[in-house]
Nanobody
Framework: QVQLVESGGGLVQAGGSLRLSCAASGRTFSSNAMGWFRQAAGKEREFVAGITWSGGRLYYADSVKGRFTISRDNAKNTVYLQMNSLKPEDTAVYYC????????????????????WGQGTQVTVSS
């Protein structure tokens, strides 16, 4: 069973950068695609970025494409989200999640495709 712990959130001015980390415990981390989601106050949780188990495929929401980069280090059981050129509308609680199906070769983007979630980390972007 994979357990996930996010870190790296905080308060940043518009145009700034943050790097989120998600540390995973459990021997199956390297077999699962991983995703980052976010949930702003009063809104539904939405997909941000995903990476396949091998790191060979990446996928981004249109709203973050070109600004955010997802990566993973399977030796360290960690997935990252580098966020640049942050905007106030990026303000949300960010969650990492593990794909429910091992060794999937594509990135899935719906909440129901992920069955293990971290506790979330707050990102606040001031204007």
């Amino acid at each position: 069973q994979v357990q996930l712990v996010e870190s790296g959130g905080g308060l940043v001015q518009a145009g700034g950068s943050l790097r989120l980390s998600c540390a995973a415990s459990g021997r199956t981390f390297s077999s699962n695609a991983m995703g980052w989601f976010r949930q702003a106050a009063g809104k539904e949780r939405e997909f941000v970025a995903g990476i396949t188990w091998s790191g060979g495929r990446l996928y981004y929401a249109d709203s973050v494409k070109g600004r955010f980069t997802i990566s993973r280090d399977n030796a360290k059981n960690t997935v990252y989200l580098q966020m640049n050129s942050l905007k106030p509308e990026d303000t949300a609680v960010y969650y990492c999640a593990a794909d429910r199906r091992p060794l999937r070769v594509v990135v899935v983007t719906t909440v129901d495709d992920y069955d293990r979630w971290g506790q979330g980390t707050q990102v606040t972007v001031s204007s």
